[in-house]
């Protein structure tokens, strides 16, 4: 290689590696930025109040302020009388369900409203027009929270996309003694594993046509309507491992208008109901054929359902 083939080479490396340095210095603003923020709350907070962990904000409101896309908020122990608009992106942690409890100051609204890629986790919510609501086309989840005593529905979820990027996640959750609902769902993708839904004065769960659900691991008991409703047309819902017990109507009340769509029920104990195990009701005139969309797998066992397990098909027009 001459000596000028050699010195292009040389100038040509350091032109690479100082183009690769400006653009890391360009960059280190923007990954400095995307970092986890936390902000502490304490509903014993007095004097100096900035977020930390040594000076946390008196109220959840406060912290959700000073929050932005990549923020956690953490509570401390405590009763926290206010109503939480939570910013998209931001992220709730109560120290326990036991110990954390937000109620509505304002009972004709939602104690909290979730915005797009928002989570909630280990709080207690009560005493709102509905504990929960989660916005039109917003991904959330909501873990291991205790959702009660709210005038409505325990969680409501606004229409959105049916796409896993949009999906609500509901898990290991008690929701119980709500005035409707326990979870009403308008057309969403939804994963709903490990929660007790319990004692509310409407039917524990009640989804619009059009949802996609993967339902596993839940204890549907003791409400005042049927333990789950849901509508065939359209609709893609997967069930396994499920009890539905002791509610006032059905275990399962399916609803169809005359649009195929598909159930699964899979490996579920229903029992005790008032009414049937599984009642199927037909909404319009269309062919039976239809109901060929529901699967009630032999692993579903039935007893003790007061009309019996599996309703012929029954028209109400």
Known sequence: MSKTVAYLSQIRKKEIVGALLLVMLISAPFLSFAKTKKIYVDDNASSTQDGSADHPYKTIKEAMKHSNKSTEIHILPGKYKENVDMKEGVEIYGDSEKTVTIEASNDNKAVIEMDNDTKINKVTVKGGKYGIEIDKNSKASIIKCVIKDNEKDGIRIKEGDVKKSKRVSISENTIKN???????????????????????????????????????????????????????????????????????????????????????????????NSRYGIARIKRAAFSSSLWNDLTVQKSTSFWDNAKGSISQIIPIF
């Open 178 to 272: 709500n005035g409707r609902t326990g979870i009403y769902s308008e057309k969403r993708d939804l994963s709903i594993i490990d929660n007790e839904i319990s004692k509310n004065n409407g039917d524990g769960i009640d989804l619009s046509a059009g949802t996609t659900m993967w339902f596993h691991d839940n204890n549907v008991k003791n409400n005042q309507g049927s333990g789950m409703k849901i509508v065939l047309d359209n609709s893609n819902i997967w069930t396994k491992n499920n009890t539905y017990r002791n509610n006032n109507r059905e275990g399962i009340e399916i609803n169809a208008y005359g649009k195929s769509g598909r159930v699964d029920i899979n490996k579920s104990r229903i029992h005790g």
